[in-house]
């Protein structure tokens, strides 16, 4: 439905030439615009509509959202074409492409195989500049990789002190730096600055980009990753000349000095021993996450504020070792922005070092008390979390591990569990066999609300291996968790694992050719716009295309 809709607004948009399909004027689709519920008033033209859309298989139902179309015709193609000119309050867009490749399916491998590359390759001919060379990670001197996500971290220097600002993640009650996905609509970002800059006047409403950092000093970073084939996830990209075991990623971190005013604001002692409060917008509508979903809806038809973060302070960085503290107890701190500064990057180091000293002297501040308590971690925006959790818990003993294993699995705070964790505490001893209220590890592990499927699936095979029984009640949980799974590959794990039989790693798709043609259709990258929609489709000529949004 939402793709005839779509594609009935896009035939409505003023045009180059009198009723033709292409290229239209980029007008804000709000999403209650009437006219895409009524039928085309050019019979051919709607006809067209219902042929494309009756063959569209949904491929990724989340970000980014892909659909396939196979077996597309010029006018189709056309048709398809016409999407690219709609603009969105999120600032993302739609995009077009033709790609080859097998009869579409409802699995992650197919996406990582095909529609994934196609995306990359179409978006880097048309806009380069999305390619950036590796300066750091296990890519560094590597050629160029796309790249989705930019982080912004403003640095502030203070004498021989070195300060990073980072928000709190409300929900989960995390910290990390400002940051996203660049949102490529033809009202969205043309640079990764341009991405920083409107994260930033996202996150940090009421403190305007230019009066908080200062872009003349600025630095930009390209850190890699290497990532399993199995991270569900539109960065983690195939690029075998470049990891042959799994995927990899690629992401802007802009590095900017921030400005007095903002640091002597929002500085921890300056602002009165507390956190720093980031403001609501004036004069627009603000939701947040929690709030009913007809509302946050409002984001995307009305362009209302979506308020990520309530809470905001700054983290001192010791500049020898790279590690972090803070001016108050249990902070913890996303892994990838602290172990970026452990590893302590050359031109980061030489970044800071070069930053602008903020004088206190001058502003009246007798000085900034040491921050005293040390950075926590968390496992989120890390490839290796097992590796993190071995650190964290270096000596783990059986009982321990039981313990742990217990309690992160049966835990109510909403917060989402590792499987790595899982793994971790089973190297440590921990009893697969456990139970809790009368239930065993096992169940409490596939019932658990705020953990995704292919999360809970990895610690319940692990667990059935480790020796944990599969009965009546485990059963039936993974019963419920097969009744949301779109994946046909994890459909198929998960019935294997309620049989009593672990699966085993699942093989790549390899490099199967199809000589038809297919359209992938996605949903726009940018806030709150994420989740995208995806369609292949082959054509006559035995090329595909698809178009993401």
């Given at each position: 439905a939402w793709l005839v809709w779509l594609l009935r607004i896009a035939l409505l948009q003023p045009t180059g030439r009198s009723g033709s399909l292409g290229a239209a004027t980029h007008c804000v689709i709000t999403g209650l615009e009437t006219a895409g519920w009524i039928p085309a008033g050019d019979a051919d033209a709607e006809m067209l509509i219902q042929r494309v859309s009756s063959r569209a298989v949904c491929c990724f139902a989340k970000e980014p959202f892909m659909v396939v179309i196979p077996e597309i015709s010029k006018m189709e193609r056309q048709l398809l074409d016409s999407l690219e000119c709609l603009s969105f309050h999120c600032h993302g867009g739609i995009r077009s492409i033709v790609f080859q490749g097998p009869p579409p399916q409802r699995a992650w491998s197919y996406v990582y195989e095909y529609l994934m590359p196609a995306f990359a390759r179409r978006m880097l001919r048309d806009e380069p500049q999305w390619a950036l060379p590796p300066k750091h990670g296990p890519l560094n001197g590597c050629r160029s990789v796309f790249a989705r996500t930019a982080r912004v971290c403003a640095a502030a220097r203070v004498k021989e002190r070195l300060f990073l600002f980072v928000l709190r993640e409300d929900d989960h009650e995390i910290w990390g730096v400002p940051g996203g996905a660049v949102a490529r609509g033809p009202n969205g970002d043309r640079s990764f600055l341009d991405t920083a800059r409107r994260e930033w006047d996202e996150e940090v409403p009421c403190n305007a980009w230019a009066?908080?950092?200062?872009?003349?000093?600025?630095?930009?970073?390209?850190?890699?990753?290497?990532?399993?084939?199995?991270?569900?996830?539109?960065?983690?990209?195939?690029?075998?000349?470049?990891?042959?075991?799994?995927?990899?990623?690629?992401?802007?971190?802009?590095?900017?000095?921030?400005?007095?005013?903002?640091?002597?604001?929002?500085?921890?002692?300056?602002?009165?021993?507390?956190?720093?409060?980031?403001?609501?917008?004036?004069?627009?509508?603000?939701?947040?996450?929690?709030?009913?979903?007809?509302?946050?809806?409002?984001?995307?038809?009305?362009?209302?504020?979506?308020?990520?973060?309530?809470?905001?302070?700054?983290?001192?960085?010791?500049?020898?070792?790279?590690?972090?503290?803070?001016?108050?107890?249990?902070?913890?701190?996303?892994?990838?922005?602290?172990?970026?500064?452990?590893?302590?990057?050359?031109?980061?180091?030489?970044?800071?070092?070069?930053?602008?000293?903020?004088?206190?002297?001058?502003?009246?501040?007798?000085?900034?008390?040491?921050?005293?308590?040390?950075?926590?971690?968390?496992?989120?925006?890390?490839?290796?979390?097992?590796?993190?959790?071995?650190?964290?818990?270096?000596?783990?003993?059986?009982?321990?591990?039981?313990?742990?294993?217990?309690?992160?699995?049966?835990?109510?705070?909403?917060?989402?569990?590792?499987?790595?964790?899982?793994?971790?505490?089973?190297?440590?001893?921990?009893?697969?066999?456990?139970?809790?209220?009368?239930?065993?590890?096992?169940?409490?592990?596939?019932?658990?609300?705020?953990?995704?499927?292919?999360?809970?699936?990895?610690?319940?095979?692990?667990?059935?291996?480790?020796?944990?029984?599969?009965?009546?009640?485990?059963?039936?949980?993974?019963?419920?968790?097969?009744?949301?799974?779109?994946?046909?590959?994890?459909?198929?794990?998960?019935?294997?694992?309620?049989?009593?039989?672990?699966?085993?790693?699942?093989?790549?798709?390899?490099?199967?050719?199809?000589?038809?043609?297919?359209?992938?259709?996605?949903?726009?990258?940018g806030k709150g716009s994420e989740k995208g929609a995806g369609s292949s489709a082959p054509r006559l000529d035995g090329s595909q295309r698809s178009v993401r949004r």
């Open positions: 009066d908080s950092v200062d872009v003349r000093h600025r630095l930009l970073l390209a850190v890699s990753k290497l990532n399993s084939s199995k991270w569900v996830s539109s960065m983690n990209l195939k690029e075998p000349d470049l990891s042959t075991k799994g995927g990899v990623s690629c992401t802007a971190w802009i590095f900017l000095a921030a400005r007095e005013a903002f640091f002597l604001e929002s500085e921890w002692h300056s602002s009165g021993r507390r956190l720093f409060d980031i403001r609501e917008p004036e004069h627009e509508d603000v939701f947040y996450k929690c709030d009913a979903r007809e509302d946050l809806c409002k984001i995307h038809t009305h362009g209302a504020h979506l308020m990520e973060h309530t809470a905001g302070t700054w983290l001192e960085l010791d500049f020898a070792s790279g590690w972090l503290k803070a001016p108050l107890p249990g902070v913890r701190l996303r892994a990838d922005v602290a172990m970026l500064l452990q590893s302590r990057p050359a031109e980061v180091w030489h970044f800071f070092a070069g930053l602008p000293a903020i004088d206190l002297e001058r502003d009246g501040v007798c000085g900034i008390p040491q921050y005293s308590y040390p950075v926590l971690l968390s496992t989120v925006g890390v490839r290796e979390k097992l590796a993190v959790y071995r650190a964290m818990y270096p000596k783990l003993g059986p009982v321990a591990a039981t313990r742990l294993l217990r309690t992160s699995l049966t835990s109510k705070d909403g917060a989402p569990y590792d499987a790595e964790l899982v793994q971790r505490c089973l190297e440590c001893g921990a009893e697969a066999t456990e139970h809790f209220c009368g239930k065993s590890v096992l169940y409490w592990a596939l019932v658990h609300p705020a953990t995704c499927g292919p999360v809970a699936q990895w610690a319940a095979i692990q667990l059935s291996r480790a020796g944990a029984r599969m009965g009546r009640h485990e059963v039936k949980a993974i019963g419920a968790r097969l009744e949301k799974e779109e994946d046909q590959d994890r459909a198929d794990d998960w019935r294997s694992l309620a049989s009593g039989r672990p699966p085993n790693p699942r093989p790549s798709l390899g490099r199967r050719r199809s000589s038809s043609d297919s359209t992938v259709s996605t949903p726009a990258e």
